[in-house]
DNA sequence: CTGGGGAGGGGGCCC
DNA sequence: AGGGCCCCCTCCCCA
């Protein structure tokens, strides 16, 4: 009997201790997911760290390449003052750095472009860089033979243009443009971002003006705004895209690199992205183009600069060239992927500006990236389109035109103010600000309540009705109430009986889109949450959480 | 599963 | 110009 007790004894015990060992394990799974979280994070932070510090050093060893250069060759390298100003004797820009480049198969540049040196003046360091023709004979040889055959490999090895951005060209110190970071006043505690200007060789006005300083002494986005009317915020920073010319992206990669990056979201927009390269970007324009020259994704940037604001492009001016082939560059990375929620409507917005881009022929560098319908490469262009056309439904794509309306749709003089990150116009400088809290997740609105944040002070207002337990909206029907409006109008469905979505696979209909959502996963078979102690699938979180308290709950 | 509500994100428009 | 509002959409949760 005293045996009997004793194995029944050890049974249980067994038994418990089997459940309390699953338990563990359970438990230690979790916390070891949790912290490798917290160390990839941290890891991640570091390589950025590490990144910046590299920056660093590359940075002396360029700057010390580049007196060298300068020094020997004092002819080859320019500096301009106010080249804007006498293309067009518009602006005067002199708080910016500002670099130019001609590259040298493309023989952008005209041989007799005046340039004027006023290096004094500037008050800010502007570089311009001067790459001589390919028909350098013209201008003379001496010193841009140097840049001449710096140029020719960059263009046999699509890596070149990198190494001269990181300094990383082994042995040879880059005669290019170098933004002279060390030098050059800081004013500011985000880094510029050196622009690249080509000159068509059609002599047209193909200027870039890129621009992200905020040197109020001579800011250019005072005069900038003096045109546009819209007052800055302090530490704002604009883009002032000027009819770029689509011949200046360069595609040293070949269109497998676009169908790639296409199919290879997840790989591009998870690029990490250290905020310290970002002055480094003067090279040639397909990097630019990379994804390092479009660091912003809204999770980097606001990792990296949660207190910068956000960063505007204007369009001064549009001109069409016809016949000149929209660029692409092969390996930009889809700024679409930097949305938080990757919802549909997110995606909309992106393509919006991109597909009415087009109708400006606006091209930022990412935004010859990111369109790949603006593209001349054949094979990115068919299948950006295909992409997207899978991405977009019919009503996404209404929804686009009713709700964003494109970055320039309409009335494309209204819209001046291009997002950074989206290429979305808006009419004021204000809204695209707010509008970039999108993108740089700033919340600068609070609850005083619940330390909850809110990038628009309207939604914190309605946030407060939480706490405050307002409901202004009432039924009529049925007497129920409800903070939102929305809310009412969709309660309201509950007494028309309207049941707007409707499944394309069954003849069911739903009052609620979610509902349909829910409803359609049914079809699907999509049923990733599975429950771990009986191994049964389900559609939703919900239902196995529900699942689990029917059925598992003494466990 | 389905129905329904709470709450937040985002864009446009009006004043 | 900027705040406020309206509207749409989405996610999440619960019954």
């Known amino acids: ?81 106010g080249y804007r100003g006498m293309a067009r004797g518009e602006e005067h820009f002199t708080g910016c750095h500002r670099s130019f480049v001609k590259p040298v198969g493309l023989n952008l540049w005209r041989d007799d ?114 045109r546009l009317g819209c007052s800055p915020a302090p530490d704002s920073k604009y883009l002032l895209y000027e009819n770029s010319s ?96 990757g919802n549909t409507s997110d995606f909309l917005d992106c393509r919006d500006g991109l597909e009415t881009s087009l109708n400006v022929a606006i091209h930022s560098p990412s935004h010859a990236l990111r369109d790949p319908v603006s593209t001349s490469m054949a094979p990115s262009d068919s299948h950006g389109r295909v992409f997207f056309d899978q991405v977009f439904n019919s009503n996404d794509r209404a929804r686009a035109q009713t709700q964003g309306g494109g970055a320039t749709s309409g009335n494309s003089k209204e819209k001046r103010f291009l997002c950074m990150f989206c290429n979305k116009g ?23 309540q619940c330390e909850k944040r809110f990038s628009r002070q309207d939604h914190l207002k309605r946030h407060q009705r939480v706490h405050t337990g307002e409901k202004p909206f009432s039924c009529p029907q049925c007497e129920k109430r409800f903070s939102q409006a929305g809310d009412l109008k969709r309660h309201q469905r509950v007494h028309t009986g309207e049941k707007p979505f409707s499944c394309t696979q069954c003849h069911m209909r739903f009052a609620l889109a979610g509902n349909l959502k829910m409803h359609l996963k049914v079809h699907e078979g999509e049923r990733p949450f599975t429950c771990m102690h009986c191994g049964k699938r389900f559609s939703e979180r919900s239902y196995l959480r529900t699942h689990q308290q029917k059925k598992h709950s003494s466990v």
């Open 426 to 448: 808006f009419s004021c400088l204000q809204k695209v600000e707010i509008h970039q809290r999108v993108h740089t997740g700033e919340n600068p609105f609070n609850c005083t």
């Open 246 to 341: 689509p011949r200046t992206v360069h595609s040293h990669q070949d269109s497998s690199d676009a169908l790639e990056t296409v199919n290879d979201l997840s790989r591009s927009y998870t690029t990490e992205m250290d905020p310290g390269i970002m002055p480094l970007v003067l090279e040639t324009q397909t990097d630019l183009s990379r994804g390092d020259w479009n660091p912003y994704s809204s999770r980097i940037y606001s990792e990296g600069c949660l207190d910068k604001k956000g960063e505007v492009i204007v369009i001064d001016e549009v001109k069409v060239e016809g016949d000149a082939p929209l660029t692409c560059n092969a390996d930009e990375t889809p700024i679409w992927k930097g949305y938080s929620q």
């Open 113 to 226: 472009q005046p340039i004027a040196i006023n290096e004094e003046t500037a008050t800010s360091t502007q570089h311009v860089i001067v790459i001589e023709p390919a028909d350098a004979d013209a201008v003379g040889p001496g010193a841009s033979s140097l840049l001449k055959q710096e140029k020719t490999e960059g263009e046999e090895d699509p890596q070149h243009s990198r190494d001269i951005q990181t300094g990383a060209a082994a042995g040879v110190a880059p005669p290019v443009a170098v933004v002279d970071l060390a030098t050059t006043p800081q004013p500011r505690t985000r880094p510029s971002i050196t622009e690249v200007i080509l000159k068509s060789e059609t002599d047209t006005e193909t200027r870039r003006l890129l621009h992200t300083g905020s040197d109020h002494g001579s800011d250019p986005e005072r005069l900038l705004l003096g």
């Open 1 to 81: 009997m005293a045996n009997c007790d004793g194995v029944v004894f050890h049974t249980q015990i067994a038994s418990i201790m089997e459940v309390l060992a699953n338990a563990a394990v359970t438990e230690i799974c979790k916390l070891v997911d949790d912290d490798y979280a917290v160390f990839r994070l941290e890891k991640s932070q570091s390589q950025k760290e590490n990144r910046a510090l590299r920056r660093k050093l590359q940075l002396l060893e360029l700057k010390v390449s580049r007196e060298r250069v300068l020094a020997s060759r004092p002819n080859s390298v320019k500096i301009l003052d």
